[in-house]
């Protein structure tokens, strides 16, 4: 089985930056999705990594150490129309690599 | 230009009702899923299908069915709800294979138990 784990809340202030990591147990590691879900609306894809390092788009970044079962989402000049929850998920080769299992999300709350 | 449609936006049955809940898809991905998800919850996969196989997850109960008539369009059947399916149901697809293509997401069936 898989083991996803992320803070529940966070809490950070228009324009700053932050950081919101996960670290997961996987046997067959097969790639790391981040999604961002406003309330009562579907989860849209923010960024993928399966190698180690940075993959930057724009205002939001990824990290990936596979040997460490780890990775953040960097989230830069932060506005209010972020705050919404952040789903870290998984893909495992099992089951012929299709399915993903989702952290329970972090939730961030952008203040003024 | 959604290209994960799903209907209806929100649902109510009454317990014990059997209910069909319906996505389809312009993207022509070989690959469907369901997924439930309860308030604060991550969602949760009840199966798939890649093509025309059928995948099931081992804890999905009986109760949830699923039809897959062609590409573009599945169906997730609830047999006979009760007040703990009450959730928001999610249609998403994808490209098989390992790709570095995400899952997209239809914007959700809120079902309500009465």
């Known amino acids: 089985g898989q083991n996803i784990d992320q803070p529940t809340e966070m809490t950070a202030t228009e324009g700053a930056i932050v950081q919101i990591n996960c670290t997961y147990q996987t046997s067959g590691f097969n790639g790391l999705f981040w999604y961002q879900q406003h309330a009562g609306e579907a989860p849209t894809f923010l960024s993928y990594n399966v190698l180690d390092g940075l993959e930057e788009k724009g205002r939001f970044s990824s990290f990936l150490s596979r040997s460490k079962g780890y990775s953040y989402l960097l989230l830069k000049e932060l506005q209010m129309k972020d705050s919404a929850s952040y789903l870290c998920?998984?893909?495992?080769?099992?089951?012929?690599?299709?399915?993903?299992?989702f952290g329970t999300g972090t939730q961030l709350k952008v203040e003024l | 230009d959604a290209m994960v449609i799903q209907n209806p936006r929100y649902q109510v049955t009454q317990f014990g009702k059997p209910v069909t809940l319906s996505c389809s898809q312009t993207l022509n991905h070989n690959v469907m899923y369901w997924y439930q998800q309860k308030s604060s919850q991550a969602p949760k996969l009840l199966f798939h299908y890649y093509d025309k196989d059928f995948n099931n997850e081992a804890d999905t109960p009986d109760n949830f069915q699923s039809r897959r008539p062609n590409t573009s369009f599945c169906f997730l059947d609830i047999r006979s709800p009760g007040l703990g399916d009450a959730a928001m149901y999610l249609c998403?697809?994808?490209?098989?294979?390992?790709?570095?293509?995400?899952?997209?997401f239809g914007d959700g069936t809120r079902l309500s138990i009465l």
């Open positions: 998403a697809t994808s490209r098989g294979g390992n790709s570095n293509q995400p899952q997209h």
């Open positions: 998920a998984v893909r495992d080769r099992a089951g012929g690599g299709n399915k993903l299992t």
